[in-house]
């Protein structure tokens, strides 16, 4: 890494400590803002636009109209459910991202997500599975399983971006061909998943939200325990050590986060890619590569992107809706193209 | 005139008395051979696979035009074109497949990787959704897709020349993106449209009929013969440019018209099969353990994708019964697990 980053990248060429203290906690008070200014869109546009103030009426003083019906039932566990599962996957990513030294790497690009989802899809429809709870921990398992197995086809120490891709690549491929084809043989499970296995907020139940927060809320405490240390291990292992991180607890406590964040965040609204690829970039403009400040800079962030495309997914083609998962997967590839351009061959 | 006087035959090549000699290698003969054989059984299997199961016996005696009365309409008409279509689809995917390893010089570089199957079945879905349009043109939609994303990743992984696993990468972001325009356009088509669109993204031999084999055949005509005529040029382009170009061929206008004809292959196998994934990557790699010999392996490659495509499919139909299940799932698992394979040995051998 060069002087030449934009990032500041390290304490040598970093603005005076306070300064730059106050430009992240202006990033993250930026972020919060738009935060509630999504959110805010999100309650208020779609199939029916409701005025703000309609909005404001039905969240704190609801009298039973049709307004009030529809942002209590419909939009406001859609926005929630939208809040956590992206800040779930931009912390995981942001994990991913640190833990591999490798700005290519995100949850949905690495088949963690097809893990989570094939998991799911088997339970529906080889087992009948109805309950979510169930769900819930078949597509940790999943997520688990998809894991460890790209980690381990691309090579886990000396693993470098392209094989990890690659690795990630061969694992989307089984895994979302043997999703497709048991949803083509048994129809009926494919009614209920076909909108699911794209990634959508839409007609999501706000009792999954509530099943699937204390893991979601465990994982995000978890990526925050190991912040720190992730920050030593990137300096390289050796460095790490000396400068008394684990290296070994280290790295699967991270690899737990990121299962426990990207299963359930699949679990409730099905396989969502690059969120975790996009937002790590944007905030590092801010945050540095410090994992203490980064990690928290997207978990604000990241649901910012995620309702942004749930919000632009619905008016695109009124009066039909896109799902999420397809906005972010066509911002996120472009975004991808453009990272693998900027860097040199020797850098992949 | 006669060209066969003074033929002599030698253990690899056929030298005539007018000075022209043809080298073959015996080991890559006999691999297209069996090879070949390998194809006409399966598709014989095949054919005779379904709710009205007829005996391999009886399949050939239909074909040869004597068979069991009734037979004649379920073979000829309904499961020969679309056993056809898969072997000319899998001949040209794996044709296609040898032509972009070789000239990236890299297994991976194949095709399907590096986004071409999603952009022909994009094409084909903009042809079918928002045009409106029939079979042919659909066909041609997704031959229009493939070479446009060929030429756009192309350019977006040039920088001062290409380098594979630059392609590589571009190409992963170029499925993501062609991958989400796909499924907009799926999720947004009406009922009838969308149940015609799903074969367009997973890849599915199921109610292909002569319209489609005749796709088929015409772009194998026409480029299969253009490919073989620059195989050696393809050989030599493997060595680097400049050896390339000392040795007498011309780097940049032989790897233009190789890249030409690769996409139209692709594009056209997507047209006539949609976009079966990992034939063109799993091919080249098998057909050369199998002859075992370096360069390009063309047609040994090709008649791999055959009995590949093949072979899956007879696969898909012993598994769903009722053939509802496309090939594309069968291939898309098995391709998976291959290439995870082929990603360790890489790796112990540390070429990646």
């Known amino acids: 890494m060069t002087a030449t980053t934009d990032a500041p990248a390290t304490d040598r060429d970093a603005p005076p400590a306070r300064s730059r203290t106050s430009l992240r906690a202006g990033g993250l008070l930026v972020g919060l803002l738009l935060l509630i200014a999504v959110a805010a869109a999100s309650l208020a546009v779609g199939s029916k636009q409701i005025p703000l103030h309609d909005v404001w009426t039905g969240l704190f003083d609801p009298s039973g109209t049709e307004n009030d019906a529809i942002i209590r039932s419909l939009r406001l566990p859609r926005t929630l459910i939208g809040i956590a599962a992206g800040a779930a996957l931009g912390v995981a990513g942001a994990v991913m991202q640190t833990l591999t030294r490798n700005p290519l790497a995100d949850p949905g690009l690495l088949g963690v997500n097809a893990g989570a989802s094939a998991a799911v899809v088997t339970a529906i429809s080889l087992f009948g599975v109805r309950s979510f709870g169930i769900y819930l921990w078949c597509a940790l398992a999943g997520a688990a399983l998809a894991a460890v197995l790209v980690n381990m086809l691309g090579g886990s120490r000396a693993a470098t971006p392209v094989r990890l891709a690659l690795a990630g690549t061969a694992v989307n491929a089984a895994l979302f061909g043997y999703v497709n084809g048991l949803q083509m043989i048994d129809m009926g499970a494919l009614d209920t998943m076909r909108h699911w296995s794209v990634g959508t907020l839409a007609g999501r139940d706000a009792g999954l939200l509530v099943k699937a927060l204390p893991v979601l809320a465990a994982g995000a405490l978890l990526a925050m325990l190991v912040a720190r240390p992730l920050g030593a291990l990137s300096l390289g292992d050796d460095s790490a050590k000396a400068l008394g991180a684990h290296v070994g607890r280290t790295r699967v406590l991270a690899i737990a986060a990121i299962t426990l964040l990207c299963g359930a965040a699949t679990a409730v609204c099905g396989p969502i890619g690059f969120i975790g690829l996009m937002i790590p970039h944007a905030v590092r403009a801010f945050t540095g590569p410090d994992p203490r400040w980064m990690f928290p800079a997207c978990a604000v962030y990241a649901p910012v992107l995620m309702l942004a495309s749930d919000v632009v997914g619905r008016v695109v083609v009124p009066p039909s809706e896109i799902e999420v998962g397809i906005v972010t997967a066509f911002f996120g590839g472009l975004l991808f193209i453009h990272l693998v351009r900027q860097r040199k061959v020797a850098q992949l | 005139m006669t060209p066969l006087k003074n033929v002599t035959l030698a253990r690899d090549h056929v030298r005539t008395g007018s000075g022209r000699s043809l080298r073959f290698d015996r080991r890559t003969l006999l691999v297209c051979t069996a090879l070949a054989l390998l194809a006409a059984v399966v598709t014989v299997l095949s054919i005779g696979t379904g709710r009205y199961a007829l005996g391999p ?172 005529l620059h195989a050696r040029r393809l050989a030599l382009l493997e060595m680097g440019d400049d050896t390339a170009a000392a040795l007498g061929i011309a780097p940049g206008r032989s790897r233009l018209v190789l890249l030409a004809a690769g996409t139209g292959l692709t594009a056209m196998a997507v047209a006539a099969a949609g976009p079966i994934p990992f034939v063109a990557l799993a091919a080249p790699q098998l057909a050369r353990r199998l002859t075992r010999s370096a360069g390009p392996n063309l047609l040994p490659a090709a008649w791999m994708g055959a009995v590949l495509i093949a072979g899956a499919d007879w696969a898909t139909q012993r598994i769903s019964g009722s053939a509802i299940l496309p090939v594309g799932v069968v291939t898309g698992v098995t391709g998976g697990v291959y290439l995870a394979w082929l990603l360790l040995r890489e790796r112990r051998s540390g070429r990646l």
């Open chain 2, 57 to 228: 016996w009886d399949v050939l005696r239909t074909l040869a035009g004597n068979g069991p009365p009734g037979a004649d309409f379920i073979v000829l008409d309904l499961r020969l074109p679309r056993a056809l279509d898969g072997l000319l689809a899998g001949f040209a995917m794996g044709t296609a497949g040898a032509v972009f390893q070789s000239l990236s010089r890299n297994p991976l570089g194949s095709p399907d990787i590096i986004g071409f199957g999603n952009g022909a079945s994009a094409g084909a879905l903009v042809a079918l959704i928002i045009l409106d349009a029939g079979a042919p043109q659909t066909a041609l939609g997704a031959v229009c897709g493939g070479r446009a994303t060929a030429a756009a990743v192309y350019l977006l992984a040039w920088k001062r020349g290409v380098h594979g696993y630059r392609l590589v990468l571009v190409g992963i972001g170029a499925s993501a993106v062609l991958g989400a325009a796909t499924s907009f356009l799926y999720v947004r088509a009406e009922i009838g449209k969308a149940a015609q669109a799903a074969t367009w993204m997973v890849g599915s031999l199921n109610g292909r009929g002569w319209s489609d084999v005749s796709i088929a055949v015409l772009g194998l005509v026409v480029l299969v013969p253009v490919v073989l």
